[in-house]
């Protein structure tokens, strides 16, 4: 919500010494530095005495996306923009916007926008945060509500300049700078030589956030890749989703254990027979054709198939039959053991029973239509026992699986956006 602003600060005039130009100031008692908006000229004023120019920039490339003079409402605070920076790196070629913000009441504040992302910055008192050095790359920054990762460090250079400014703004680049970050916050120490390090506490702002601080009309540029304290997309849902994800697949697999309690699962047919060889047929046996049996459907049917067979295989391949419409469902499996000692040392290899799971088989008279085929012919003793309302596991882990898609789409979504995020850092994440 936007407050409304309140009396702006007054606001006086002086010349700049080298174009002179007529330059608004608002600060009146506490700005020494300007720079022109006409001609780029940095110069001291300490309102007696004649001023003192310090430094030419070039003129500005980038205008300033808010107005000097602008007024608008950040954090409860009127704030009045009375100074522009563009900056870079020293041996990079990344630049950024540094807008001063200043309140007769709260003091001075600054926006930094990078590649359409916007941080709101203030200073942060020296006893909010703890420094943990690990090592000279891997060190991170604690306050009551966090833990901040080193992001980034370097030196800045200033290109131009435009406003007013109650310190030397070119003696910022005798500055090294660390960031760390804890998005959508961050922590950055400012220091010079030896000297006791300047900490600033700043806070992600959307680009809306920023046109309606100031009353723009939402033409700001759209943001660029992933900003260094941008939210995630998914900041806030991952935990609570992975609970309800959770809670979802436990009552899932309570329901289905519930239900197959309550529910019987009688044998229709339970039948063993030996098939013999048939010279006739290479490695195939005698088919067996058991007797009829009734299945109350729609409904599943559990196949169980095993053989006391040993050192062989036996493949079976299995019809059931609708006595009434001669509809039938058709699978094979196979199935081998083998077993031996080798080195002093026993061994098994396969197993001595297969099953199959038929879907949705209708009511009716049915029959089993099996023909073995067995290694070298050899007979193979068989037992077949048929099941109904056997449970579909199948189903289960469906249920699960589309359970699960949307948590892992979003795991990877994140993964995603903080891979993009540390693409930038000088650093990468900060392993556990």
């Known amino acids: 919500m936007t407050d409304s602003v309140p009396t702006t600060p007054p606001s006086a005039t002086l010349t700049c ?46 205008q300033p996306l808010i107005p000097i003079g602008a007024s608008g409402t950040l954090g409860g605070n009127a704030y009045r923009v009375v100074g522009f920076m563009r900056k870079t790196e020293a041996g990079a070629s990344a630049e950024w916007s540094e807008y001063v913000l200043y309140s007769p009441v709260v003091g001075y504040a600054q926006l930094a926008e990078y590649n359409g992302h916007w941080q709101f910055i203030r200073p942060a008192p020296r006893n909010d945060y703890t420094i943990l050095k690990e090592s000279a790359r891997s060190w991170t920054v604690t306050d009551d509500d966090r833990e901040y990762q080193l992001y980034h460090h370097y030196q800045p250079r200033l290109l131009a300049a435009v406003g007013e400014f109650d310190w030397n703004i070119r003696e910022d680049e005798a500055l090294t700078i660390y960031e760390f970050i804890a998005p959508p916050y961050l922590l950055s120490s400012e220091q010079k030589n030896e000297q006791e390090a300047s900490w600033y506490r700043a806070e992600h702002r959307s680009r809306q956030a920023i046109a309606d601080a100031f009353g723009l009309d939402n033409d700001l540029p759209q943001p660029l890749g992933v900003g260094a304290i941008q939210p995630s997309p998914t900041e806030g849902l991952l935990p609570p989703l992975i609970s309800l994800t959770i809670g979802a697949c436990l ?31 290479g490695n195939a046996l005698r088919e067996f054709i058991s007797p009829s049996f009734a299945v109350e459907g729609p409904t599943a049917l ?12 036996v493949e079976l391949a299995v019809r059931l039959v609708n006595d ?26 396969g197993r001595q029973s297969e099953s199959a799971v038929l879907s949705r088989v209708p009511s009716g008279r049915y029959h089993l239509e099996v023909q073995p085929y067995a290694e070298n012919a050899m007979p193979a003793p068989v037992r077949i026992t048929v099941k109904q309302n056997t449970t579909l596991h199948s189903n289960i882990f469906l249920i699960l699986a589309a359970l699960l898609i949307y948590p892992i789409m979003s795991y990877i979504r994140q993964a995603s956006f903080e891979q993009r995020r540390w693409a930038e850092s000088d650093y990468g994440a900060m392993d556990d």
Not at 302 to 313: D, G, K, R, S
Request: charged content about 15%; glycine content about 6%; some cysteine.
């Open 302 to 313: 559990a196949v169980q198939m095993n053989t006391t067979l040993t050192n062989q295989w």
């Open 17 to 62: 010494p080298n174009c002179q130009t007529s330059i608004t100031y608002y600060d009146v008692t506490g700005s020494s530095f300007y720079a022109c908006p006409a001609c780029a000229t940095l110069f001291e004023y300490e309102h007696e005495g004649p001023a003192r120019i310090i430094h030419a920039f070039q003129k500005l490339r980038t």
């Open 324 to 349: 009434q419409t001669g509809d039938a469902y058709e699978f094979a499996k196979s199935i081998e053991y083998y077993s031996g000692v080798s080195g002093g040392e026993s061994w098994t290899e």
């Open 251 to 281: 009552a899932v697999l309570l329901i289905m254990l519930i239900f197959n309690g309550f529910r019987s699962s009688p044998t229709l047919i339970e039948q063993s027979f030996f098939s013999q060889r048939d010279s006739t047929k």
